[in-house]
């Protein structure tokens, strides 16, 4: 029987370890929000004329700029739907971006034609999140792994079969089950095989799309092992997206983190876990579970819902969940002062509170007193925007009028306005590079606490 010519993960490559292997430069990948006949169609029959055209974009990934380094693996994290699948697809070009530059070993991947991009793919992967739905049921596990060598043309048929029973042996699987089909395989091995399937080409470069999310704590466990053993067997570099920070923590050697479509902070893995610079990175780590029946209260709880990537704020996309939004300067706040403002603004924009008199809300949110000054005057104007006793207002008893609505959003246009969109934080995009305390490398934050 022929055999490969080359051992599995020896292949030859021109970068030595820790040279820098993908640069991705100002990446963006934006999708029209809708489709269909009458898509880009907006009605409003409030203007003149009522009909106008243009197609509402969602940022999925807006202006990203990343390095990742030969067999290192970069850990990516974030809330479910920040783009961080849409960046791993992106990078890969499974999707095409709409801006930005791709560089793997020095060649743009974003300017490659078809046909260029169809021979790179052997030396770049993709593990799939589900190890059910990303095996074709009608194949058998060695026809799976088989299927990229055949498209790249590699080997015979017996220098394929031969190299998917060692690949199978590699990663904890008997080569005996060479014809088996993928249901009679649990979640961990399916997932097993995805990755000999990743394998079968030798590549360099592996995204790995939570590759365990779908699995049992236990499982997780050892299918991150066996990846950390091809990878330091076959010189493997790994973009690992997860949305577990404990996952992340096991197997990264540096972190990302991602908050709708933006990365907002970048460190070694230490550095990040343990000297935290972005406040939704800090909101995150505290949201981890402490196995501890003496704790109590709740941890890591960020206030509001996420934006939507239709609409993103602008400057700090995290400003309106921010609990460290920083105050105007035109403003002569005290850190008590505009601590009071920011959740009276907030609870405001958001209705927390039900109404009641001026005096109250002042005392619940105020202890009392107003902040000084102007921002006085414009915190006092909105209180009795939304104050039941408000004059030619309606008392809290006489229901929700359409007098009631108007006060309240002129009240949070009122404080928004004054307050939030004057802040730093919304007239300009962050970016810092900050001394690392635990690491060697640069800390990267997208914070204005940091100017």
């Known amino acids: 029987m022929s055999r490969p010519d080359e051992p599995i993960g020896f292949g030859d490559t021109d970068l030595e370890h820790g040279e820098t292997v993908l640069e991705v430069d100002g990446l963006t990948k ?93 030396e770049i992967q993709m593990i799939f999140q589900d190890p059910q739905s990303s095996l074709d049921p009608r194949m058998k596990i060695g026809q799976i792994i088989e299927e990229p060598m055949r498209a790249h043309g590699m080997f015979d048929d017996e220098g394929r079969e031969a190299r998917a029973k060692e690949l ?123 196995p501890d029946p003496r704790e109590s209260g709740v941890r890591g709880v960020l206030e509001g819902e996420v934006p939507s990537p239709q609409n993103p704020p602008s400057g700090c996309r995290f400003r309106t969940r921010c609990p460290q939004l920083i105050a105007p300067d035109e403003y002569d706040l005290t850190d008590e002062e505009w601590a009071h403002t920011r959740a009276f603004m907030r609870a405001v924009k958001r209705r927390t509170f039900e109404p009641m008199p001026a005096t109250e809300i002042r005392r619940e949110f105020f202890g009392g007193d ?39 959003t002129d009240a949070a246009d009122l404080l928004l306005e004054s307050f939030a969109e004057r802040s730093i934080c919304a007239r300009e995009r962050p970016a810092y590079d900050l001394e690392s305390e635990l690491g060697t490398e640069t800390h990267f934050a997208a914070c204005h606490l940091h100017r």
């Open 370 to 408: 107003l902040p000084r000054g102007e921002a006085g005057e414009i915190v006092a104007d909105a209180v009795e925007l939304v104050a039941s006793d408000r004059e030619g207002g309606n008392s809290s008893e006489a229901g929700d009028t359409d007098a009631d609505r108007d006060g309240w």
């Open 30 to 122: 934006h999708f029209a929000a809708d489709s269909g006949l009458f898509a880009g169609v907006n009605f409003d029959p409030d203007r003149f004329p009522p009909v106008s055209f243009g197609v509402d974009r969602v940022e999925a990934v807006d202006d990203v700029s990343l390095e990742i380094e030969m067999g290192e693996t970069l850990g990516l994290v974030g809330e479910s739907g920040c783009g961080k699948s849409t960046l791993g697809r992106t990078i890969l070009r499974l999707i095409d971006p709409t801006d930005g530059t791709i560089r793997f070993k020095g060649e743009d991947l974003s300017e490659m034609s078809d046909e260029q991009l169809r021979r790179k793919r052997s």
């Open 168 to 290: 199978l042996e590699k990663v904890g699987l008997d080569p005996r089950h060479y014809n088996r089909h993928p249901h009679a395989f649990s979640g961990g091995q399916r997932q097993r095989i995805n990755l000999a399937r990743a394998l079968s080409v030798d590549p360099d470069f592996v995204v790995c799309d939570e590759p365990v999310s779908a699995l049992d704590v236990s499982i997780q466990a050892q299918v991150m092992n066996t990846m950390e053993e091809l990878q330091e067997e076959f010189g493997l570099t790994y973009l690992f997206i997860a949305h577990d920070l404990s996952v992340i923590r096991y197997i990264s050697d540096r972190v990302a983190v991602m908050y709708l479509g933006h990365i907002v902070e970048v460190a070694e893995k230490e550095e990040l876990f343990e000297n935290p610079k972005h406040p939704y990175t800090k909101a995150l780590l505290e949201s981890i579970p402490v």
